[in-house]
């Protein structure tokens, strides 16, 4: 076998086997060492794989042309190993001493050389075994091949010979076709001539609903139907033909109360799953009939579906698949749609809008009882039927809310809806149950609202409630201004203050309904509270408005009897205003702070309206001050006051008087109005001396006007001493306007007029609102001051105008010089 499967590289070349590039390498190097012991090794092996046709000399120089054809490169290799043995024998043998050991590496590397020769020469020789295995397959493969070739030549030509034999064959298979048709009829005319008599009768066991009876023989009849079908199908030829339309209507006509019987027998199961909450707890075995039914159904669907859904085979019967199952949810959606739409609407505008949303609560949890504890043990575990009917009746009550969510709702009812969708009905007496929140996630369902919807509602509930408060508001500012025309004193609270009912139905008012609102949440009740600051607001300025008009009133006919307690109402409304402020403040303070800046119109700022009413108010009581003071006025500082004293006492005892009202004023306005009385009383005062209804003749008349003035002083303050007592509960003024009066009578007083210059300054430096024109009218009181001195002093004055400091309040600012009397003024040096 070895001498018959070794050929040369030059043979197995031509026979077709080439080496790899590696083997051939190989061989080359086995085959033409030009070592001579490796030489000696191979050349008899190579005779003896190659025969002795050529000869070994013949056979090299064929080997040397084929390597030297082939591999180009193995010269340049052997030079390359040649010189790297160079290289590595001049390293070794650098020295003669060196040569010793020469012989110890040719030993080694013989033994080496011999090594590899040997395992070369066993690896040449299994490959060369193996390629001449693999020739004699290739060999007995081409004879096999010769005789199919042959075989098939003879049977063509014996087929050719019988083509007229077919022929025959189509009236055999025509005659079978028919004998088929013939056996199929047969076969089945028991079921034709049953079939009227089973729809019949399944017609009658659906009508008594003997439901489960009824549809196993619908199942029969369809099953023959499906039979008959499809032997048709098969008798008409091959697989993929169709029925023609006269077999087809043919077998439609026998079978075409089937048909009927299926929409009766899903007529009668819908409308027991649709009344099987009703009646689940006296009869629940229709139900579980009806979702035996469903399930035999749905397994058919998945069996015919998976056997023929493919395409190209049997086809599906008529109405497949059913999905019966999801018909099944369906029609429990719309019974418990018709539930819902069982609960009364009558009487659902106004309060019985929470009654009609109690009356919900109560059936949707009556019906998950049902469900949960009856028609749950009916169904397969995988229907989920709590889970269903939870989905179902959230679908529901989103619809109905949304409907009455559309209506034109009064703010009770609104919050109605609120407060059920947002806390009822996610509370534990609702879907928050414990038992209920296992069965499905919330997160599922969604809101009941959504939040667009709940912004809505909020914003129709507050316009709603700031309606009805605009309406309260306006009622009672009507009711306050009717009280201002009673003829009795304003009632008094257990502090002794002046009040009415106006800041008690406000205050009352607004935190009744941001209580309200909170119980819904708290960005209802800051929108809320902001609605009612915008109320709050509106109202003040209307109350202002109406001080107003109540002071011009007053004034048209202060002699009135109507308006006999016109100025204890005055002091009412400040105190009520204290009271407002206070309630806005504690109203603001409840608001959040992520609140602030969440509304585009301006903020509502009902204390500046309060702070605009209160200085209304006080103005007016003021006025009213004065206008009682005003008949007493004119004697001041004329000569019968210079001689008598009056008419001082008698503006001090109406002083005492107003003052006296003005504790019954809630503070800080109380220390309020006694300061602006006060600085009023000193204008006045001041305004009179500025008239020059008196000039002093002489120095004792300077005497006499400077010592009244400081009486006068004197007197008002032992008035205004309870002021001076409760300086520590306010902050006074940086000016007493008291003050004043003292500095004037030493003005006056002064003895020597070169002084005045040095006077003036002082006085300038505490009042820098005095005007020359001020101190001109002084000046010209003393009734002793030259023009030079006059000069002096206001060319002073003019040059040391000093700014007002800040929170200085002006006195000599309100009060008006009157014009000289004189037509013309002689030409000074001042004029000029």
């Given at each position: 076998?070895?001498?018959?499967?070794?050929?040369?590289?030059?043979?197995?070349?031509?026979?077709?086997?080439?080496l790899p590039r590696g083997d051939r390498?190989?061989?080359?190097?086995?085959?033409?060492?030009?070592?001579?012991?490796?030489?000696?090794?191979?050349?008899?092996?190579?005779?003896?794989?190659?025969?002795?046709?050529?000869?070994?000399?013949?056979?090299?120089?064929?080997?040397?042309?084929?390597?030297?054809?082939?591999?180009?490169?193995?010269?340049?290799?052997?030079?390359?190993?040649?010189?790297?043995?160079?290289?590595?024998?001049?390293?070794?043998?650098?020295?003669?001493?060196?040569?010793?050991?020469?012989?110890?590496?040719?030993?080694?590397?013989?033994?080496?050389?011999?090594?590899?020769?040997?395992?070369?020469?066993?690896?040449?020789?299994?490959?060369?075994?193996?390629?001449?295995?693999?020739?004699?397959?290739?060999?007995?493969?081409?004879?096999?091949?010769?005789?199919?070739?042959?075989?098939?030549?003879?049977?063509?030509?014996?087929?050719d010979g019988n083509t007229d034999c077919?022929?025959?064959?189509?009236?055999?298979?025509?005659?079978?076709?028919?004998?088929?048709?013939?056996?199929?009829?047969?076969?089945?005319?028991?079921?034709?001539?049953?079939?009227?008599?089973?729809?019949?009768?399944?017609?009658?066991?659906?009508?008594?609903?003997?439901?489960?009876?009824?549809?196993?023989?619908?199942?029969?009849?369809?099953?023959?139907?499906?039979?008959?079908?499809?032997?048709?199908?098969?008798?008409?030829?091959?697989?993929?033909?169709?029925?023609?339309?006269?077999?087809?209507?043919?077998?439609?006509?026998?079978?075409?109360?089937?048909?009927?019987?299926?929409?009766?027998?899903?007529?009668?199961?819908?409308?027991?799953?649709?009344?099987?909450?009703?009646?689940?707890?006296?009869?629940?075995?229709?139900?579980?009939?009806?979702?035996?039914?469903?399930?035999?159904?749905?397994?058919?669907?998945?069996?015919?579906?998976?056997?023929?859904?493919?395409?190209?085979?049997?086809?599906?019967?008529?109405?497949?698949?059913?999905?019966?199952?999801?018909?099944?949810?369906?029609?429990?959606?719309?019974?418990?749609?018709?539930?819902?739409?069982?609960?009364?609407?009558?009487?659902?505008?106004?309060?019985?809008?929470?009654?009609?949303?109690?009356?919900?609560?109560?059936?949707?949890?009556?019906?998950?009882?049902?469900?949960?504890?009856?028609?749950?043990?009916?169904?397969?575990?995988?229907?989920?039927?709590?889970?269903?009917?939870?989905?179902?009746?959230?679908?529901?009550?989103?619809?109905?809310?949304?409907?009455?969510?559309?209506?034109?709702?009064?703010?009770?009812?609104?919050?109605?809806?609120?407060?059920?969708?947002?806390?009822?009905?996610?509370?534990?007496?609702?879907?928050?149950?414990?038992?209920?929140?296992?069965?499905?996630?919330?997160?599922?369902?969604?809101?009941?609202?959504?939040?667009?919807?709940?912004?809505?509602?909020?914003?129709?509930?507050?316009?709603?409630?700031?309606?009805?408060?605009?309406?309260?508001?306006?009622?009672?500012?009507?009711?306050?201004?009717?009280?201002?025309?009673?003829?009795?004193?304003?009632?008094?609270?257990?502090?002794?203050?002046?009040?009415?009912?106006?800041?008690?139905?406000?205050?009352?008012?607004?935190?009744?309904?941001?209580?309200?609102?909170?119980?819904?949440?708290?960005?209802?009740?800051?929108?809320?509270?902001?609605?009612?600051?915008?109320?709050?607001?509106?109202?003040?300025?209307?109350?202002?408005?109406a001080l107003v008009e109540f002071g011009?009133?007053?004034?048209?006919?202060?002699?009135?009897?109507?308006?006999?307690?016109?100025?204890?109402?005055?002091?009412?409304?400040?105190?009520?205003?204290?009271?407002?402020?206070?309630?806005?403040?504690?109203?603001?303070?409840?608001?959040?702070?992520?609140?602030?800046?969440?509304?585009?119109?301006?903020?509502?700022?009902?204390?500046?309206?309060?702070?605009?009413?209160?200085?209304?108010?006080?103005?007016?009581?003021?006025?009213?001050?004065?206008?009682?003071?005003?008949?007493?006025?004119?004697?001041?500082?004329?000569?019968?006051?210079?001689?008598?004293?009056?008419?001082?006492?008698?503006?001090?005892?109406?002083?005492?008087?107003?003052?006296?009202?003005?504790?019954?004023?809630?503070?800080?306005?109380?220390?309020?109005?006694?300061?602006?009385?006060?600085?009023?009383?000193?204008?006045?005062?001041?305004?009179?001396?500025?008239?020059?209804?008196?000039?002093?003749?002489?120095?004792?008349?300077?005497?006499?006007?400077?010592?009244?003035?400081?009486?006068?002083?004197?007197?008002?303050?032992?008035?205004?001493?309870?002021?001076?007592?409760?300086?520590?509960?306010?902050?006074?003024?940086?000016?007493?306007?008291?003050?004043?009066?003292?500095?004037?009578?030493?003005?006056?007083?002064?003895?020597?007029?070169?002084?005045?210059?040095?006077?003036?300054?002082?006085?300038?430096?505490?009042?820098?609102?005095?005007?020359?024109?001020?101190?001109?009218?002084?000046?010209?009181?003393?009734?002793?001051?030259?023009?030079?001195?006059?000069?002096?002093?206001?060319?002073?004055?003019?040059?040391?105008?000093?700014?007002?400091?800040?929170?200085?309040?002006?006195?000599?600012?309100?009060?008006?010089?009157?014009?000289?009397?004189?037509?013309?003024?002689?030409?000074?040096?001042?004029?000029?």
């Amino acid at each position: 076998m070895g001498q018959q499967c070794c050929f040369s590289a030059t043979e197995m070349n031509g026979l077709g086997f080439a080496l790899p590039r590696g083997d051939r390498r190989l061989y080359s190097i086995l085959r033409f060492d030009n070592d001579s012991a490796s030489s000696d090794l191979l050349r008899p092996a190579s005779h003896d794989l190659l025969g002795d046709r050529d000869g070994p000399v013949g056979v090299t120089e064929a080997l040397t042309e084929s390597q030297a054809a082939v591999w180009p490169e193995v010269e340049r290799a052997e030079c390359l190993a040649r010189g790297a043995a160079l290289k590595w024998a001049s390293g070794v043998f650098c020295r003669p001493e060196h040569l010793e050991r020469l012989s110890q590496y040719k030993k080694r590397e013989s033994q080496r050389t011999a090594s590899i020769h040997t395992r070369l020469k066993s690896m040449v020789q299994s490959y060369l075994e193996g390629v001449g295995w693999g020739l004699e397959q290739l060999r007995e493969a081409r004879d096999e091949l010769r005789e199919v070739s042959l075989t098939l030549k003879e049977a063509g030509l014996e087929s050719d010979g019988n083509t007229d034999c077919l022929a025959s064959l189509e009236k055999l298979r025509e005659v079978s076709v028919d004998h088929r048709q013939l056996v199929t009829t047969v076969s089945n005319l028991p079921r034709l001539y049953a079939i009227r008599g089973m729809v019949l009768e399944t017609e009658r066991l659906v009508e008594s609903r003997r439901l489960l009876e009824a549809h196993a023989r619908l199942m029969d009849l369809e099953r023959w139907q499906d039979d008959i079908l499809w032997q048709l199908h098969g008798a008409a030829g091959t697989a993929g033909s169709s029925l023609c339309s006269e077999d087809t209507e043919l077998v439609a006509k026998y079978f075409s109360g089937v048909g009927q019987l299926v929409d009766a027998l899903g007529k009668e199961l819908w409308a027991v799953v649709s009344s099987s909450l009703a009646l689940a707890r006296q009869n629940p075995t229709p139900f579980v009939s009806a979702v035996r039914i469903v399930e035999r159904e749905e397994a058919l669907d998945r069996a015919l579906l998976a056997e023929r859904g493919g395409g190209g085979g049997r086809p599906l019967p008529a109405g497949r698949p059913r999905c019966w199952k999801a018909c099944f949810f369906q029609v429990l959606e719309e019974a418990v749609s018709a539930r819902f739409r069982s609960v009364s609407y009558l009487h659902t505008r106004g309060p019985g809008l929470a009654g009609h949303l109690s009356a919900l609560q109560h059936a949707v949890m009556a019906d998950l009882a049902t469900v949960r504890h009856l028609l749950e043990h009916c169904v397969p575990p995988h229907y989920q039927l709590t889970a269903a009917y939870l989905r179902a009746s959230h679908r529901c009550l989103h619809t109905h809310l949304a409907q009455v969510s559309s209506w034109d709702l009064e703010s009770g009812e609104i919050f109605a809806v609120l407060n059920w969708v947002l806390h009822i009905y996610n509370s534990p007496d609702m879907m928050g149950h414990p038992e209920l929140v296992t069965e499905l996630d919330r997160s599922e369902l969604g809101p009941l609202i959504s939040p667009e919807g709940v912004e809505q509602l909020q914003s129709k509930y507050v316009q709603s409630v700031r309606k009805s408060v605009s309406e309260w508001m306006h009622k009672a500012l009507q009711v306050e201004l009717q009280d201002w025309q009673r003829d009795q004193e304003p009632d008094t609270d257990h502090e002794g203050f002046y009040h009415t009912s106006l800041p008690t139905i406000i205050t009352q008012m607004l935190e009744e309904n941001a209580r309200v609102a909170l119980m819904i949440g708290e960005s209802l009740r800051d929108q809320t509270i902001q609605m009612g600051l915008y109320e709050v607001e509106n109202l003040l300025n209307r109350f202002r408005e109406a001080l107003v008009e109540f002071g011009k009133e007053h004034r048209r006919d202060p002699t009135n009897n109507k308006n006999k307690f016109y100025l204890h109402y005055l002091l009412a409304s400040i105190s009520n205003c204290i009271i407002l402020k206070k309630s806005t403040e504690s109203l603001q303070q409840q608001q959040s702070s992520r609140f602030a800046g969440m509304f585009s119109r301006t903020p509502p700022n009902p204390l500046a309206a309060l702070d605009r009413a209160v200085r209304r108010a006080c103005r007016l009581v003021m006025d009213q001050l004065l206008l009682e003071l005003q008949p007493f006025l004119p004697g001041l500082l004329t000569r019968p006051w210079l001689v008598q004293g009056d008419p001082v006492p008698k503006l001090c005892s109406v002083l005492e008087s107003h003052l006296d009202l003005y504790g019954r004023v809630r503070p800080p306005c109380r220390q309020r109005l006694q300061e602006e009385a006060q600085w009023l009383m000193v204008v006045e005062y001041v305004r009179a001396l500025m008239q020059k209804k008196l000039v002093c003749r002489s120095s004792e008349e300077r005497r006499q006007l400077a010592q009244q003035m400081i009486l006068d002083d004197q007197l008002l303050r032992d008035v205004f001493h309870g002021l001076s007592q409760q300086e520590s509960e306010v902050s006074l003024p940086q000016v007493n306007p008291l003050a004043l009066l003292p500095v004037l009578a030493d003005f006056i007083r002064l003895k020597d007029p070169g002084m005045l210059t040095l006077e003036v300054s002082g006085l300038a430096a505490k009042y820098p609102d005095i005007s020359e024109e001020h101190v001109s009218v002084l000046l010209d009181v003393r009734g002793d001051v030259s023009r030079d001195i006059r000069w002096a002093v206001l060319d002073l004055l003019e040059q040391s105008a000093p700014p007002l400091p800040a929170g200085y309040r002006p006195i000599f600012t309100d009060i008006l010089v009157p014009p000289s009397t004189l037509a013309f003024c002689l030409p000074t040096a001042k004029c000029a």
